[in-house]
């Protein structure tokens, strides 16, 4: 049975610096991990999808990596903004046969002071 | 293009009733899947439609329903609700068969009292 971890599960740091979450799962069977962005009471939007066949995926100040060895992915946020205060989510996607299915992790709460 | 939008945005039931929400995709996805989240089980898979068709089911009790039309929009039905059906129910959509990046809606904010 998959499991998705995020830890930890609240994060808070100054203006500037550089943020990095993380994301494992127990499964590397994956298609593909996605990272999502959720703001208070809001829906998710899609930050970064990394296909299983790739290592990382960067997209301005964020980047992904992937590695399905060890059952890890990070995600990468320089500079970070107040703006940036979210809750990250990681999600996992099932190969074909389940497709269209997530399963998720907790989430990490980050609070970027000004 | 538009996104993902949900009707309604926020609902107010007592428990016993029955409610449907509804989900429309990004112009061109053909995929919708449905998902619960609740501060104590986080976000959870409920199903996912397909050219009508339901794919995938999560594990969730028959009182969850759900099903898709022509035009791709989709509704989920929960019958006799109950106060643990509290949550915030999100849709999500893909473009066909070859991408798995999903595009979520704002979501429908339930409260069963």
């Known amino acids: 049975k998959q499991e998705v971890t995020q830890i930890p599960a609240a994060l808070s740091v100054p203006e500037g610096e550089n943020l990095v979450l993380n994301c494992s799962f127990t499964d590397s069977a994956i298609y593909n991990l996605q990272w999502f962005r959720q703001d208070p009471g809001k829906g998710l939007t899609s930050l970064l999808l990394?296909?299983?066949?790739?290592r990382e995926q960067t997209s301005g100040r964020l980047n992904a990596s992937l590695d399905k060895s060890s059952g890890r992915s990070t995600l990468y946020i320089a500079a970070s903004q107040p703006g940036d205060s979210a809750t990250y989510l990681c999600?996992?996607?099932?190969?074909?046969?389940?497709?269209?299915?997530?399963?998720f992790g907790a989430g990490t709460q980050v609070v970027v002071t000004p | 293009k538009a996104g993902v939008t949900q009707t309604p945005r926020y609902l107010i039931k007592t428990r016993g009733q029955q409610v449907t929400l509804s989900c429309s995709p990004i112009?061109?996805?053909?995929?919708v899947s449905w998902y619960q989240q609740t501060p104590g089980q986080g976000l959870q898979f409920l199903f996912e439609y397909f050219s009508e068709t339901q794919r995938n089911k999560g594990n969730f009790p028959g009182r969850f329903s759900g099903r898709q039309f022509s035009n791709s929009r989709s509704e989920m039905n929960v019958s006799t609700l109950e106060l643990g059906d509290s949550a915030l129910y999100l849709c999500a959509s893909t473009f066909g068969q070859s991408s798995y990046e999903q595009y979520f809606g704002p979501g429908t904010r339930l409260t069963v009292t």
């Open positions: 990394i296909q299983s066949s790739q």
């Open positions: 999600a996992v996607g099932y190969p074909v046969g389940l497709r269209g299915r997530l399963q």
């Open positions: 112009s061109g996805h053909r995929s």
